[in-house]
T-cell receptor, first 111, second 112 residues
Framework: QKEVEQNSGPLSVPEGAIASLNCTYS??????FFWYRQYSGKSPELIMS????GDKEDGRFTAQLNKASQYVSLLIRDSQPSDSATYLC???????????FGAGTRLAVHP | EADIYQTPRYLVIGTGKKITLECSQT?????MYWYQQDPGMELHLIHY???????EKGDLSSESTVSRIRTEHFPLTLESARPSHTSQYLC???????????FGPGTRLLVL
């Protein structure tokens, strides 16, 4: 089992719809969770971090965390073609100052 | 947001050459990281540093080496490049006490 798992996609949604991206992790000791966006050929850029169970909203983005289920998700409301990218879930690892990244979910928003 | 720079952005080099990939950050971050990422694949941590004179190997075995003589500078060196080293190399940094990592633009390496 991989430490951080994401569906590779592609996840295809129409413009204006809600995109839902999911991530599961295996280390119960993980306390910090991050979503990064990576456009093709570019480096990852931070979208959001979440540390507590529940929802955290930032503009069109909402991160959801459920530590009991070891599950973190990212919702993108009013999806735009410019949101088309690979979304990486990252989880801190065992109290160490390291992040483990999932392989990413490729999102395609079509007009 | 961190200002983190990598040079060169693209490098094409022949087998057996020695190369150094540069990474610098201007935010005074204590922690710095090197990742390797093949196209469409996940990031793999190859080296990290928690401060000056501190370096550790990451989760993915790599023939590269790193040094951290100054806080702002974390170069990666390959003594003898091979085609298997062809990849994208991403440098990141984070503040002491924080886990959020900020990435540089990356270096695309092609070894012929």
């Amino acid at each position: 089992q991989k430490e951080v798992e994401q569906n590779s996609g592609p996840l295809s949604v129409p413009e204006g719809a809600i995109a839902s991206l999911n991530c599961t992790y295996s280390d119960r000791g993980s306390q910090s969770f991050f979503w990064y966006r990576q456009y093709s050929g570019k480096s990852p850029e931070l979208i959001m971090s979440i540390y507590s169970n529940g929802d955290k909203e930032d503009g069109r983005f909402t991160a959801q965390l459920n530590k009991a289920s070891q599950y973190v998700s990212l919702l993108i409301r009013d999806s735009q073609p410019s949101d088309s990218a690979t979304y990486l879930c990252a989880v801190n690892w065992g109290g160490y100052n390291k992040l483990i990244f999932g392989a990413g979910t490729r999102l395609a928003v079509h007009p | 947001e961190a200002d983190i720079y990598q040079t060169p952005r693209y490098l094409v080099i022949g087998t057996g050459k020695k190369i150094t990939l540069e990474c610098s950050q201007t935010m005074g971050h204590d922690k710095m990281y090197w990742y390797q990422q093949d196209p469409g694949m996940e990031l793999h941590l190859i080296h990290y540093s928690y401060g000056v004179n501190s370096t550790e190997k990451g989760d993915l075995s790599s023939e590269s080496t790193v040094s951290r003589i100054r806080t702002e500078h974390f170069p990666l060196t390959l003594e003898s490049a091979r085609p298997s080293h062809t990849s994208q190399y991403l440098c990141a940094s984070s503040e002491r006490g924080q886990e959020t990592q900020y990435f540089g633009p990356g270096t695309r390496l092609l070894v012929l």
